[in-house]
């Protein structure tokens, strides 16, 4: 079965709220009246109402049972519940003022309406850049125990026959030292495992077991051993160039003794110039469809669009978030 229409019938009469802070982007306009007609889930939209019926009747969007708040206008009781609890949450980092402002910013104030469970997640990000759009997450939502950083995964898909693959870190650490990345490889694994990829973890590196030396060669070596040492039961291998990872010749001639060389399912860039590079060279280049970023290790799913998507990006990084919340709700 096609990975959306198995998740799809997951989240299905779960009625999921998924809040939307780009509420008047019409390619959110319109993911949203989609998923409202497919009966995926309940889209909140966030913005001004007349505004986003306007934008919606000028592209012929349906948005009849959606639900809209705009935060402006948003009731005084419920908004101050929301200061007290982001300025409890932010502990002396934020005083109620401050709160007040910073509570205007729509990214803000939908973490905020995930944080107090008035929605099950959120998907922003084709307006905001990943900073602005992440930040309020990682403030308030904060990782799961055990998690140190969160980080930023796509689903690569292509062809009729499913061919998926997951990459991350794609979208939020610099410059993961060995430990950071070696829970970046395991919550990788993770996620794989939560949209039917069976995970085979490749640490990625321009290097395959000691061919070439150097910091960065050495970071990737570390970061193997100590993912094997986190979770001893996974499939995890490195340090591996790309071909030796994906192609099973290449693996047999660089490193025939690995269980990950040449059947990668999962790959793992060393740091964020290589991942965010490579999976737009993979979507724009080989025809990759990238689902993501899909945040990893939160508490509550957030997921960050690319500013590149189109309305399909939306309506499927909206099912992917709300099959997220399936784990945390
Ligand atoms: C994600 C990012 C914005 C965070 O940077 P920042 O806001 O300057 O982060 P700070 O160091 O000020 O930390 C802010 C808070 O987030 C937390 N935080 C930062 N990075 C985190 C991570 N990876 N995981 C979990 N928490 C994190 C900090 O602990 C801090 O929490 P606190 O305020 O409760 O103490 C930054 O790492 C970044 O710009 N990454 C690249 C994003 C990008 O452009 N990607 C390419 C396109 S997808
Ligand atoms: C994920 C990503 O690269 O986002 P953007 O294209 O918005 O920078």
Redesign the pocket.
């Known amino acids: 079965m096609d990975l959306f229409e198995s998740l799809t019938a997951k989240i299905a009469n779960k009625n999921y709220k998924i809040v939307f802070p780009e509420g008047t982007e019409p390619r959110i306009i319109g993911a949203a009246a989609r998923l409202n007609a497919d009966r995926v889930l309940k889209p909140i939209l966030l913005g001004n109402e007349a505004d986003i019926h306007q934008i919606a009747s000028a592209k012929g969007f349906n948005l009849a049972g959606i639900t809209i708040i705009d935060p402006a206008t948003y009731p005084s009781e419920g908004f101050a519940a929301m200061v007290t609890a982001f300025v409890e949450r932010r502990k002396g980092?934020a005083t109620e003022e401050q709160a007040q402002t910073i509570l205007k910013d729509p990214n803000y104030f939908g973490t905020m309406l995930v944080y107090m469970d008035l929605a099950d997640g959120m998907v922003s990000g084709a307006v905001h850049?990943?900073?602005d759009t992440?930040?309020p997450a990682?403030?308030i939502i904060?990782?799961k125990p055990g998690v140190h950083?969160?980080?930023?995964a796509f689903i690569m898909q292509r062809g009729r026959d499913n061919e998926r693959y997951l990459f991350s870190d794609?979208?939020?650490?610099?410059n993961p030292n060995a430990q950071e990345l070696a829970e970046i490889a395991v919550e990788s694994a993770k996620t794989a495992e939560l949209f039917d990829i069976d995970p085979k973890v490749a640490l990625l590196s321009f290097s395959t077991m000691g061919s070439a030396r150097g910091d960065e060669v050495t970071k990737v070596q570390e970061a193997t051993k100590i993912a094997h040492e986190l979770a001893p039961d996974l499939a995890i291998d490195g340090e591996l160039q790309f071909d030796a990872a994906y192609v099973p010749v290449v693996a047999n001639q660089k490193a025939p003794d690995s269980k990950v060389a040449g059947q990668a399912t999962v790959f793992v860039f060393p740091e964020?110039q290589s991942g965010?590079i490579g999976y737009k060279i993979a979507q724009r280049f080989g025809n990759f469809e990238a689902i993501g970023?899909i945040l990893q290790g939160l508490n509550k799913p957030i997921s960050?669009l690319?500013r590149g998507s189109n309305e399909e990006d939306v309506y499927k990084l909206a099912i992917i978030t709300a099959a997220q919340a399936l784990q945390t709700t």
Do not use: E, H, W
């Open positions: 980092k850049s990943t900073g992440v930040r990682l403030q904060k990782t950083r969160t980080s930023g794609c979208a939020i650490n610099i964020l965010n970023p960050d690319s």
